[in-house]
């Protein structure tokens, strides 16, 4: 199953990129995919002495464009042997210049490694997240150790029918590109992959409380519809992806499905911690056609807990606030 056919690949090529890099190269390779590496320096701006646009500052410029662009190409002359790889380098703020680079090129997926944050307590700093909220097409942060293969691939979605009719067939498609790269992931890595919907019986809580005196049987039983519920349509999407892999695929992807009772923000950062995972494949958008939710808080409080590389995807109608002029 090739999923991606125009990779991206952003590296610093002042930090340790190498994590990034090895796993876009293995994609192209396996996706039979084009591949372009970018890295984007800083613009130069007026300073004393030094007007904006004047010979100084253009000839500075080109010099530092011309050096990172030397730097590239050496970096990723060892991986030419295995795939045909383009180099770029852009100038202006690293996560802006990616979406354009995007925008313009019509890539179909960003991977980076993580930041470097020494002095904070999680994994994504702000350009991470920066992309993982407004990029257009799916974003792969990596852990910065390199793993030649992933153990571990788990899937999270979202099954509930309490949306707007319109927002129900996008999420269903969401689900489906999710569970699908999952599964591409999988089969490629030889890695367990697991799939897990947290859910929760909306009013549960007020049918306990002694306003409404709600017989227990009742409540139990509501219960149990809403987890049926549930549970048949995570059951569907997914025999509906692994069906198209094909007999022997499927067989030997058998995937473990975790329909787990509580809040998405806490129970799906515990099982990813609990499985080990090496990357989550998620959706970041919490409305669609909503102006202003770029990312939706239960995918940021996710993001901020786990310790592991995610892959986010959005859906296809997702408009990015960037545009194409500064």
């Not at 000839?59 to 990723?76: H, N, P, R, T």
Request: with cysteine.
């Amino acid at each position: 199953m090739n999923i991606f056919k125009d990779i991206l690949c952003v590296v610093d090529i002042r930090e340790d990129c190498a994590a990034a890099l090895e796993r876009a190269v293995t994609l192209a390779e396996n996706n039979q995919a084009s591949l372009t590496v970018l890295d984007v320096v800083d613009r130069i701006t007026a300073g004393i002495g030094m007007p904006d646009g004047g010979p100084i500052s253009a000839d500075l410029q080109s010099a530092i464009v011309a050096a990172d662009m030397q730097a590239l190409e050496e970096l990723v002359d060892p991986y030419r042997k295995r795939v045909s790889i383009k180099v770029a380098v852009r100038k202006g703020t690293r996560f802006m210049e990616t979406i354009r680079q995007v925008l313009t090129n019509g890539h179909d997926l960003v991977i980076k490694v993580t930041e470097k944050l020494d002095w904070f307590d999680r994994l994504f700093g702000c350009d991470d997240m920066n992309l993982l909220r407004e990029c257009p097409c799916p974003v792969w942060v990596v852990k910065p150790q390199i793993k030649k293969s992933y153990r571990v691939i788990l899937a999270a979605v979202d099954t509930d029918d309490g949306y707007p009719r319109a927002e129900l067939s996008s999420r269903d498609a969401v689900n489906r590109e999710i569970l699908e790269i999952a599964c591409s992931l999988a089969l490629s890595d030889f890695a367990e992959l697991h799939v897990v919907h947290a859910w929760q019986a909306i009013g549960e809580s007020a049918m306990r409380g002694a306003l409404m005196h709600t017989p227990e049987i009742k409540i139990i039983n509501y219960v149990e519809q809403v987890r049926r519920q549930r549970e048949i349509k995570l059951n569907r999407v997914v025999h509906e992806v692994t069906s198209q892999l094909g007999k022997g695929a499927a067989e030997y992807l058998n995937p473990q499905i975790h329909l787990i009772k509580g809040g998405a923000r806490k129970e799906i950062p515990e099982l990813a911690e609990q499985l080990k995972a090496d990357v989550i494949v998620m959706g970041t958008v919490a409305r669609t056609g909503v102006p202003g939710f770029i990312m939706g808080n239960t995918a940021e409080t996710i993001l901020n807990q786990i310790n592991c590389s995610v892959l986010a995807i959005k859906p296809s109608e997702f408009k990015t606030p960037v545009t194409l002029e500064d």
